[in-house]
């Protein structure tokens, strides 16, 4: 076996991970980006990019975003469609003047296509060494000796980044942690693909259905290029435990319910029904120690309200690479320095993961919710102040305050 000296090693190549090396190449900085697959690879997912992921795409390049755009294999999408348990319906724009966006703020791709799409980018880069079909398979990591074993060789980085998603092989040997397997903190995630669902959105709105049978987590369908729709449930894994719940099982249970059974009546299941467990970020936890930082699922960073953990594995690699950027000229790689990295994160991330954290434990309250999808219905402003939460933390916040159902009832 031989040693290899390198400077940054990037475990995964998902969008964290690749969004890390993307933005370390941005700045010149070289970079060896290692996954156990090989690419295109599917990833169970509710393929939904949200406006966080425009974003980052922007700060890296305002022309890959175009060019997404114009991806004829990324549906663009408008809004969302929130369903009441009692079957009410509030349409929501991502962005209230929608209609006459130039790029949509949101899109709907399959993963097998987004993650390669960045993939793709990657391999334009000669900073990126990528290396795929490698898993890496053990870590030696002390005070003195930190290891990385890939393939026959081993691999010593002056800084890890590790984006090895959900199941994360570094936090458990490393960190000795395992947040990962604590059920209160994750969920686990159901996706099919279907063909030929009726009633989908003329403007590609995603629908959440908070069915009184999946909560306190929800029934999705989003539309999808090629006449296909992505369509699943997600549910806390404490939730699932105590029930007993059958995840595929459940998913049948609703797919009969009236509202559905016609919609589904002439669709075809396309490939498999797939099970997935995600990482929520209901609490602050280490992101970073000497020589290492996570990123993405690895760091337990999904959003707890809306499932949403493509955006923020992207941001996660795109402050990773300022961080480490910061590190390499101060030639610092300690647990000191790279704790800037946890301050950056919780920083940008902290206030809207509390939020959706309190308004995920109000989603049991089906009375609450009925009542303010009717108010909302009734409420041009209100369905305003709700459309632009999706861009606004703060006016997200009004949602965990009491006051703000008080003052619904008497307007
Ligand atoms: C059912 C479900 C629905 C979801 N829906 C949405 C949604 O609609 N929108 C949204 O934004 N988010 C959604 N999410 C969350 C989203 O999928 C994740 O947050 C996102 O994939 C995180 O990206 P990542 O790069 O951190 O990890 P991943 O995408 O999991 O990438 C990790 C990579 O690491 C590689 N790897 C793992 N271990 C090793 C190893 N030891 N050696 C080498 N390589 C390794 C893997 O092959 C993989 O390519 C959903 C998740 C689930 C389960």
């Not at 990037?10 to 933005?23: C, K, Q, Y």
Request: with cysteine.
């Amino acid at each position: 076996m031989s040693v290899k000296k390198v400077d940054v090693l990037i475990i995964g190549a998902g969008p964290a991970g690749a969004s890390t090396a993307l933005f370390l190449a941005k700045q010149n900085i070289s970079s060896i980006l290692v996954d156990k697959d090989s690419f295109p690879r599917d990833k169970v997912c509710g393929d939904a990019l949200s406006g966080k992921v425009v974003e980052v795409l922007k700060k890296y390049n305002p022309a890959i975003v175009d060019d997404l755009a114009l991806f004829n294999k990324a549906l663009p999408s408008y809004g969302v469609s929130f369903y009441a348990p009692n079957g009410n319906c509030l349409r929501v724009p991502f962005k209230p003047d929608f209609k006459s966006l130039k790029i949509a703020p949101g899109f709907v791709c399959k993963r097998i296509d987004f993650d390669n799409y960045l993939i793709e980018e990657v391999k334009k880069h000669k900073e990126i060494t990528f290396i795929e079909n490698s898993f890496v398979k053990k870590f030696e990591w002390s005070d003195t000796k930190k290891q990385c074993f890939i393939n026959e060789d081993i691999y010593e980085a002056n800084i890890v980044v590790a984006c090895d998603g959900p199941n994360s092989l570094f936090q458990k040997k490393v960190l000795n942690d395992t947040f990962s397997l604590d059920l209160a903190d994750n969920c686990y995630g159901l996706r099919a693909y279907y063909k030929n669902v009726k009633g989908l959105d003329e403007d590609n709105f995603i629908e959440l259905h908070f069915v009184d049978v999946a909560l306190p987590g929800y029934f999705w369908i989003f539309p999808m290029s090629d006449n296909t729709a992505n369509v699943g449930l997600g549910l806390k894994a404490d939730v699932i435990k105590e029930k007993k719940i059958h995840l595929p099982e459940l998913l049948n249970k609703i797919l009969a319910l009236p509202q559905f059974k016609d919609r589904f009546s002439e669709a075809t299941l396309d490939g498999n029904v797939k099970l997935h467990a995600l990482p929520m970020g209901n609490k602050q936890r280490k992101l970073s120690g000497d020589n290492f930082l996570l990123c993405g699922d690895a760091g337990a960073l999904i959003d707890p309200f809306t499932g949403e953990g493509i955006g923020n594995a992207m941001l996660s690699g795109m402050i990773a690479a300022e961080v480490i950027k910061e590190a390499r000229e101060k030639k610092d790689f300690s647990v000191q320095m790279l704790k800037n990295y946890d301050e950056k994160i919780y920083r940008r991330l902290g206030p809207e993961l509390q939020i959706s954290t309190r308004l995920q434990s109000l989603v049991k309250y089906q009375s609450l919710f009925n009542f303010v999808v009717n108010k909302a219905n009734k409420n041009k402003t209100l369905r305003d102040t709700i459309s632009s939460m999706f861009v606004d933390v703060d006016l997200r916040s009004k949602f965990k305050n009491p006051l703000f159902y008080l003052k619904l009832i008497f307007n």
